[in-house]
């Protein structure tokens, strides 16, 4: 079967409908390409033929490059061939002197917008949810396809370097009003009809880059304003990506180079930034994690089979406060029955206000409609009465962080509901085993751990307790696949797997303020391992006071089981601001000084803890950063923490912003390769103490050879 499909129309206009066998997208890769060249070479040598319009039959028009074939690539050759090879029939079909025109149905997305961007016009389903960009910047790659040149030469570089850096998608209407899309259609039938017209009053099409006098609108690399902006772009880019997004200089010098030459020639400098980004380990890392991993996880490789799909119908929030009203609104949003219970009703009243504050904001932006946020409020019932719970077929509580009032709420609600429902706890600390405890049916009790603010935040850390069934934990994953986020399940344990890695960040920040490091190379390691906040600014944000309960609860804890404590050495830092009052952002004074200005680090800060005359470089605190997260990671692995590597790196990414460009706290490892790993780690032991003796999965994989797998 092939790709795509050529039906040639008594106006003569030949229809190019890409369907890719085997495949629920169209994706770019040498099947398909193969089958645009015989529709470039038809329309080119047939005087049968007057044009082109190039659709697809399925869903999306085309959703960007074949990461799979891309992924096996090992030599620079293999895609800097395969993007000239790309090019090649682009230009073959836009310079051939007859009208092409791209007839979008769906997505266009990365390499689907550079066939599209070849086209002399395209014109789009006007569909709010087809998306239309370049997200290659998001896997760490750049439009190879001849996207950086053709953009730029169609709307202008700011514009261009927008789309391509940003990597964000437009919704027809916003594509339109930028120049990407010549017109919109109402439906398929209206789509080709337009199609077929333009082609007709357009005979002889050109593209404006192709015509004797084409100017670049706005002026290309050689005008005044271009050589001030690529003055100081790459110093901007590379300030807030710290170097560590390698795509992002080579889309700038893409843009800034393509401006100073002919468009062929151009297009060779994009093949070869193209290949240099395809073999960084950083798209590696990205494309492993953010798009094989996490297609896996989505696709429910975490998720026990056997078990039928299943939809939330009702759901019962327990605590109204800042989380349970997260979780209302979010599970309102997929259409989820919500009541919203509190002890009084003033209380579940304010948490119902926060979806309402949301979705006002929403409404003064244009993003939703009066009608649309009624609709939602009036699916969240606040209340006060247990009874209300009856009919839900999950319910998860979100009251204090106190095993007593836990134990209270589930047993009220408990017999409000059926024998087959769920019911789950969003505690950040206490373990679920202990916790379903108070449960009457423990196998139907699991952790859903939401993440702050619920209605940002992407991941949901699935908590399997000892008792919990595989049906609960099947229902558990499918609810959170229903709001939209993605699920990682990890098995009980103190702190389960994000709370417990992401400490080990900010702690090993907090001990080396102790060992005399002075405050700001610590905050600017934290930035320079790519980590979204450093280290003690984040101990800020989240309140020392917290990190301080946590600590001593765990050491009661572990004392009442009989087991061995040693605290962080960062601990004493933390004990000693908690007493001086300063406990964090909330109350405007921890690490930092908070005023109306600002934050500042706290000038006491080097008094307290004088720097060391000799400062280490900055090299030895990112490794720190980033060995003592990775290391513990492991550790979570080795113990059956985590049930799988792809959990291990989203979770991290998604949960607390470990690097993304790392591909998340294991792949940290495997990149790294774990016979360095654990000679790092080990010269790290041997000076910072023994949170840095490597986890013994790791030391055996050194030993033995391969890599963190499953
Ligand atoms: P919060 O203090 O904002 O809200 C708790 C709510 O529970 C309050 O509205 C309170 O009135 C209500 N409540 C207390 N006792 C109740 C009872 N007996 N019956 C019904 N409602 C009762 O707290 P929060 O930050 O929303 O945290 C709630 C839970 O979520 C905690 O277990 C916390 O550990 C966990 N959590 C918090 C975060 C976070 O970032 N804040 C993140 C993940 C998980």
Same mark, same amino acid.
């Given at each position: 079967m092939n790709a795509v499909t050529l039906t040639l129309g008594d106006d003569g206009i030949l229809v190019a409908t890409m369907d890719l066998p085997g495949r629920t997208m169209n994706v770019v890769g040498d099947t398909l390409m193969a089958g645009l060249a015989e529709a470039a070479e038809r329309l080119a040598t !047939?005087?049968?033929?007057?044009g082109l319009v190039l659709t697809s039959?399925?869903? !999306?028009f085309c959703a960007g490059g074949d990461l799979d074939n891309m992924f096996?690539?090992?030599?620079p050759e293999q895609p800097f061939e395969a993007c000239n090879a790309m090019k090649q029939v682009l230009r073959r079909m836009e310079t051939c002197g007859k009208p092409v025109v791209a007839a979008l149905n769906g997505h266009a997305l990365g390499g689907g917008l550079e066939i599209a961007l070849a086209c002399h016009a395209r014109i789009a389903i !006007? !569909? #709010?949810?087809l998306k239309i960009g370049q997200p290659e910047v998001k896997l %760490?790659?750049? #439009? %190879?396809?001849g996207g950086t040149q053709r953009l730029p030469r169609l709307l202008g570089m700011q514009p261009a370097l927008q789309l391509m850096l940003e990597g964000n998608d437009l919704n027809p209407q916003k594509a339109l009003g930028l120049g990407l899309l010549t017109e919109l259609a109402s439906d398929r039938n209206d789509l080709m009809f337009k199609a077929r017209s333009w082609c007709a009053t357009h005979p002889k099409a050109q593209q404006p880059w192709d015509a004797p006098k084409f100017r670049w609108p706005g002026g290309d690399s050689r005008t005044p304003a271009a050589l001030q902006m690529f003055s100081i772009a790459p110093s901007i880019a590379s300030v807030k990506s710290q170097g560590n997004y390698p795509a992002v200089q080579h889309i700038l010098s893409c843009v800034f180079e393509g401006g100073l030459l002919d468009f062929d020639n151009a297009c060779l400098v994009e093949s070869r930034y193209f290949a240099a980004c395809v073999m960084s380990p950083e798209s590696k890392n990205m494309i492993g994690s953010l798009w094989f991993q996490l297609n896996a996880i989505k696709r429910g490789a975490s998720r026990p089979q056997g078990v039928a799909p299943s939809k939330v119908r009702k759901l019962g929030i327990l605590g109204a406060g800042m989380m349970g009203a997260g979780i209302a609104y979010v599970s309102a949003k997929s259409g989820i029955d919500v009541v919203l219970l509190d002890t009084a009703m003033d209380a579940a009243e304010r948490g119902k206000a926060y979806s309402q504050g949301l979705l006002d904001h929403a409404v003064k932006k244009g993003r939703s409609t009066h009608d649309k946020r009624d609709a939602l409020l009036a699916k969240i019932t606040p209340t006060t009465?247990?009874?209300?719970?009856? %009919?839900?077929?999950l319910v998860i509580e979100a009251v204090f962080e106190d095993r007593a009032i836990k134990a209270d709420v589930t047993a009220k609600a408990e017999a409000r509901l059926a024998p087959t429902a769920v019911f789950a706890s969003n505690t950040s600390t206490l373990p679920i085993t202990g916790l379903a405890k108070?449960?009457?049916? #423990?196998?139907h009790f699991i952790g859903l751990h939401f993440f702050s603010p619920v209605d940002k935040m992407p991941l949901v850390e699935i908590i399997v307790g000892e008792q919990t069934s595989d049906e609960t934990l099947a229902r558990g994953f499918d609810y959170v696949l229903q709001i939209g986020k993605t699920p990682i399940v990890v098995n009980d344990s103190?702190?389960?797997y994000t709370s417990r890695v992401f400490g080990t960040y900010v702690m090993e920040g907090i001990a080396m303020l102790k060992e005399g490091v002075h405050p700001r190379s610590i905050e600017v390691a934290g930035l320079q391992a790519g /980590?979204? /906040?450093?280290p003690l600014a984040l101990q800020d944000e989240v309140s020392l006071s917290l990190g301080l309960f946590v600590a001593d609860q765990t050491k009661k804890d572990l004392a009442a089981e009989g087991k061995p404590h040693a605290e962080h050495p960062g601990m004493s830092v933390v004990r000693q601001l908690c007493e001086a009052g300063?406990?964090?952002k909330k109350v405007g004074k921890g690490f930092y000084d908070y005023t109306e200005d600002g934050k500042q680090l706290w000038p006491e800060l080097t008094t307290l803890y004088p720097p060391a005359a000799q400062q280490p470089e900055a090299r030895e605190l990112v490794d720190r950063l980033m060995i003592a997260q990775a290391n513990e990671a492991a550790r979570c692995l080795e113990e059956g923490v985590l049930r799988s590597v792809a959990d291990g790196n989203i979770g991290s990414i998604f949960g607390w912003?470990?690097?993304?460009f790392q591909g998340g706290a294991l792949q940290y490892i495997n990149a790294m390769g774990p016979a360095a790993f654990v000679a790092r780690a080990r010269e790290l032991a041997a000076r910072?103490?023994?949170?840095?003796? #490597?986890a013994a999965l790791v030391v055996k994989l050194a030993e033995q050879g391969g890599l963190l797998k499953g």
């Open positions: !047939d005087p049968d033929v007057k039959a399925k869903s !999306d096996t690539w090992t030599r !006007d !569909d #709010p949810r %760490g790659l750049l #439009p %190879g396809g009465d247990y009874a209300r719970l009856e %009919g839900c077929d108070a449960s009457v049916r #423990p196998a103190r702190g389960f /980590m979204p /906040m450093p300063r406990i964090g912003g470990f690097a993304p910072f103490g023994p949170r840095f003796e #490597p």
